[in-house]
Every structure is written in structure tokens, then in C-alpha cells.
């Protein structure tokens, strides 16, 4: 069975750090990866979409990473600020027609 | 603006009574979808659906239906709501048809507790 990890579950950092979230994957057939941000009882907002056969994708301060052969993919946030404070979720398809699987997120805390 | 929406957004009801969330989206997309949300549990599919009359269970189907008689509109279907079906549900939506790396577009949220 396909799953998707994300390690750890919580995080707390000063404002200002850069910091790497985690996500890894059982199988390296992904379709491709999405990154999602949650804030507290609200939806879910798409933040980056890597495609399989991309590296990278950037968005201001976000930047994700895939590394299919090795299962791995990365969440860069640079110059965090408390307004990032959110749950941030990846998720995969392990081809066109199935449904996505998600890890069960990281919940960052970003400290003033 | 693209969105997916859905209603109602919050909702308390009692075990047994019938209730529908619907889920509607306005970027004409084959694929729709219904997830659910539990503390500890991350997001699980309940249902999907590849196009017009075309659904299939996922990770949870149990205690749901689905239909999809109109490509914008997949509601969810509660028969006999019961406890364990409190939860915070999602609708999603994207486009296969589209090749490789379609992005899922999420609707707000309905939270249900059931009584």
C-alpha cells in the first residue's frame, strides 16, 4: 500500500529562520507531488505542484524539492514568518486516476 | 473565480437522520472527490468520481453514498448519520484530461458532528 510520511509532526522555530520540511513516499511511481498549507478548522490551500518529471518548483519564499529514486520530498521556507504558522501537508497521486494519499502534515509554529 | 464550494459549511444533526453535503465546482473538472479528516487519521478518500456517472469507493466508503448525475455537482449522502461520522469533510476537484501534474483544488470544509 502506498503512504506518505512526513516527519516530524510538529515544529517550532524563531521568526526569521529558514526551515525544511519533510515528506517521503513508499513508492517512487508518483504521478507528481503537492504541497498544502491548512490554518486551524479551514480548507486546504495548494501551495506548489511538482510534476514527476520536474526537480523543483518555486513560489516567493516556497520552495519544494522531489527526488523520486529516493523517495523524498522537501519543503523549503525561507526567512519564516509567524503568518506561516499553519499546518503544511504533501500529498501524492501513484498514477493519473487514483486519489491522492497524504501524510498526516507538519504543524509549524513560527515564534515572534 | 475558479472554487470548489460546498454546503453547508457547518452542520449538527442527530444519528439516523439523512443529510446530503453538496459540493459544487465551476472549472469543469472530470475528476471530483470527497475526503474526510480526523485528528491523528490525516485525510482519508470516502468516494470518487472519474466523470459523469462513473464513481468508486475509496480508503472509507462505508456509511456513504455518492452520485454524479451532472459533472459540476457530486454530493455527499449520509443515509443514517451516526457518531462516528463526526468529522471535517473536503471536496475536491481536478482534471486528468489535462496530462501529468493536475492540480487538486480543494472546497472549504463541512464540519459535521453527529449526536
Known amino acids: 500500500k502506498q503512504e506518505v510520511t512526513q516527519i516530524p509532526a510538529a515544529l517550532s522555530v524563531p521568526e526569521g529562520e529558514n526551515l525544511v520540511l519533510n515528506c517521503s513516499f513508499t513508492?517512487?511511481?508518483?504521478?507528481?507531488l503537492q504541497w498544502f498549507r491548512q490554518d486551524p478548522g479551514k480548507g486546504l490551500t495548494s501551495l506548489l505542484l511538482?510534476?514527476?518529471?520536474?526537480r523543483e518548483q518555486t513560489s516567493g519564499r516556497l520552495n519544494a524539492s522531489l527526488d523520486k529514486s529516493s523517495g523524498r520530498s522537501t519543503l523549503y521556507i525561507a526567512a519564516s514568518q509567524p503568518g506561516d504558522s499553519a499546518t503544511y501537508l504533501c500529498?501524492?497521486?501513484?498514477?493519473?486516476?487514483?486519489?491522492?494519499?497524504f501524510g498526516k502534515g507538519t504543524r509549524l509554529s513560527v515564534i515572534a | 473565480e475558479a472554487q470548489v464550494t460546498q454546503n453547508p459549511r457547518y452542520l449538527i444533526t442527530v444519528t439516523g437522520k439523512k443529510l446530503t453535503v453538496t459540493c459544487s465546482q465551476n472549472?469543469?473538472?472530470?475528476?471530483m472527490s470527497w475526503y474526510r479528516q480526523d485528528p491523528g487519521l490525516g485525510l482519508r478518500q470516502i468516494y470518487y468520481?472519474?466523470?459523469?456517472?462513473?464513481?468508486d469507493k475509496g480508503d472509507v466508503p462505508e456509511g456513504y453514498k455518492v452520485s454524479r448525475k451532472e459533472k459540476r455537482n457530486f454530493p455527499l449522502i449520509l443515509e443514517s448519520p451516526s457518531p462516528n461520522q463526526t468529522s471535517l469533510y473536503f471536496c475536491?476537484?481536478?482534471?486528468?484530461?489535462?496530462?501529468?501534474?493536475?492540480?487538486?483544488?480543494f472546497g472549504p470544509g463541512t464540519r459535521l458532528t453527529v449526536t
Open positions: 475536491a476537484s481536478s482534471s486528468p484530461s489535462q496530462g501529468a501534474g493536475q492540480e487538486q483544488y
Open positions: 513508492d517512487s511511481a508518483i504521478y507528481n
Open positions: 511538482i510534476q514527476s518529471s520536474q
Open positions: 500529498a501524492a497521486p501513484f498514477s493519473g486516476n487514483t486519489p491522492l494519499v
Open positions: 472549472m469543469n473538472h472530470e475528476y
Open positions: 468520481s472519474m466523470n459523469v456517472e462513473v464513481t
